[in-house]
């Protein structure tokens, strides 16, 4: 049975705060037991607003699939962003947050007839393509679709290279596609691409754009209307990193190729937003001391430390996002490093987070804090054995509260001041119901971006 508590989502921030603070308050009276991640709104709001000074002309729209935390999406959607959905799900989530269609691109190039069906009776018909398979599908199931060809364009060097699976040959492949589909009588708007996820080369954005301004001239002579070019994802978001190298690259190459203003440009941020605003607190409730091998010294010993989170939890990442994960202890101490181990709370051998790291030593009830948690960690996280995924605890200062709060879909019912608590059982979400409508910022012309984002900014986020 669940236990419903009477405790907002959002907590408002006065003063100086930091995450590792907030994480004291929660766990310093001893009742938190569970995992749990404290959210920073403040930091996605500031990364939007870095993302609109660095590149004014390119849209982001937010990769569900990255976190699909209701609170995000919606903060989000309040600022102004658009929306990539590769299914039906995220499609629903995002619409009932109140985001109009025309803010979303279906960018999934292999899709579901039936996700495709849901796609068009919501409205939503911009999405992508790869294949002849996936426009004969378009055909039949949405042949008012507004089509965009995703090419391959792979980075050097990529967290989570996307090429393999998903892209067609710009050269080889993308044009007679472009023509078959003029044949169709389907329409193709634009081209896509996704550099891959996490991608450690910018350069390559410039040759994607390149590939681009070549298959908008093939598609124009096809008889198709090009205006839309969608440069994809793969940008930075751990702490520490920044965006303004890869701005200048597609910034450059925009200028080059695409100098006029009426072709509208996109993006499909995910970890960008997501990773940095999300900082994760796990308790050792278990240790192991491994005797000291021979010829070792008994300061040499490796100690096991066993977490309430693990691979089968929020990091998952580890196994399928390839992340690098760093623990810190929540309590700094004066002791030595000494080598260890951290290992999830699972009946299962690979469950093991950190197999050689090197830690103060670390008693049972000690916390240990992993920052920049917030992408590919959540959506994938599952209760194998019976462990609970982590609870977001969501906190924003108050001053950027006092500017958002109207845009949101909560309540002031929905916010507490001040310090937080710390319940076992996770409090309901207001966005599980059936909230209000957010004040949906109007559509967008088809062929240039939203004059009212520019003024949010500006106002709002100074």
Same mark, same amino acid.
């Given at each position: %049975? ?62 569900? !699939? ?18 990539? $959905?590769?299914? !039906? ?16 691109? #279906?960018?999934?190039?292999? !899709? ?21 398979? =996936? ?17 391959? $364009?792979? +980075? ?9 699976? #998903? ?31 996490? +991608?450690? =080369?910018?350069? /390559? ?36 990193? $920044? ?71 929020? #990091?998952?990442? /580890? ?50 804090? #992993? ?31 006092? %500017? ?59």
């Amino acid at each position: %049975m669940r236990v419903v508590e009477e405790e907002p989502r959002v907590v408002v921030m006065e003063g100086s705060w930091s995450a590792e603070r907030v994480i004291r308050d929660i766990v310093e009276d001893g009742v938190q037991e569970d995992p749990f991640y404290v959210m920073d709104l403040g930091e996605v709001v500031a990364r939007y607003r870095h993302w609109k000074e660095l590149m004014p002309r390119v849209e982001p729209f937010y990769a569900v !699939k990255c976190n699909d935390d209701k609170l995000l999406v919606s903060t989000l959607a309040a600022l102004g962003a658009g929306f990539d $959905c590769a299914s !039906k799900a995220e499609i629903q989530l995002v619409t009932g947050l109140g985001v109009r269609p025309d803010r979303i691109i #279906f960018a999934n190039p292999a !899709k579901p007839a039936s996700h495709i069906r849901y796609a068009s009776a919501a409205g939503v018909i911009t999405m992508t393509f790869d294949s002849e398979t =996936e426009l004969l599908k378009t055909k039949q199931y949405m042949p008012h679709a507004q089509l965009v060809i995703r090419i391959r $364009c792979d +980075a050097t060097s990529a967290q989570c290279p996307l090429g393999i699976k #998903f892209g067609c040959d710009p050269v080889a492949e993308a044009p007679r596609l472009l023509k078959l589909a003029a044949v169709m009588g389907l329409n193709v708007v634009g081209v896509s691409f996704h550099v891959g996820s996490g +991608a450690q =080369e910018t350069g /390559v954005y410039a040759r994607a754009i390149q590939f681009a301004r070549a298959l908008f001239e093939a598609g124009d002579a096809a008889g198709h209307t090009m205006y839309l070019l969608d440069v994809g994802g793969g940008f930075p978001g751990n702490s520490g990193t $920044c965006i303004r190298e890869v701005s200048q690259v597609i910034n450059s190459a925009l200028e080059l190729h695409f100098p006029s203003r009426s072709v509208r440009v996109i993006a499909e941020p995910g970890r960008y937003f997501a990773a940095a605003a999300y900082t994760l607190a796990a308790m050792v409730h278990a240790t192991r001391k491994l005797p000291a091998k021979e010829g070792e010294s008994e300061e040499e010993a490796h100690t096991m430390y066993f977490i309430n989170d693990g691979v089968y939890g929020s #990091f998952n990442c /580890v196994l399928y996002d390839h992340q690098q994960v760093h623990a810190v202890p929540l309590e700094q101490s004066s002791e030595r490093a000494q080598q260890c181990s951290v290992w999830g709370p699972s009946c299962d051998g690979l469950d093991c987070v950190l197999p050689a790291y090197a830690l103060p030593p670390q008693r049972t009830g000690s916390w240990l804090v #992993f920052r920049d948690m917030g992408a590919y960690t959540l959506p994938v996280a599952s209760p194998f054995n019976g462990f609970p995924t982590p609870k977001v605890r969501a906190v924003v200062d108050k001053h950027l509260w006092s %500017m958002l709060k109207e845009l949101w879909p909560l309540t002031e019912a929905n916010f507490v001041f001040g310090r937080v608590t710390s319940p076992q059982t996770p409090p309901p979400s207001p966005l599980d119901s059936d909230p209000p409508s957010p004040a949906s910022p109007p559509s967008p012309p088809p062929l240039t971006p939203p004059a009212h984002h520019a003024v949010f900014v500006e106002c709002a986020l100074k």
